[in-house]
């Protein structure tokens, strides 16, 4: 996996867990979700590209 994948891997993880704390903690937010959902199908995208 190149860099700049694994990074975007790194940043979605880390975007679902942030996500989710704040679901836990104010209450779901649907763009933060959005967002979310966004960022994993660029990385998943990415992560595609890369092993084509």
Known sequence: ???STKTMGV???GGLVAVTAYTVALGSNGWLWFGWVVLGLL???MAASRGA
């Open 43 to 45: 990385t998943v995208a």
């Open 1 to 3: 996996m190149p860099g």
């Open 11 to 13: 940043f979605t993880v």
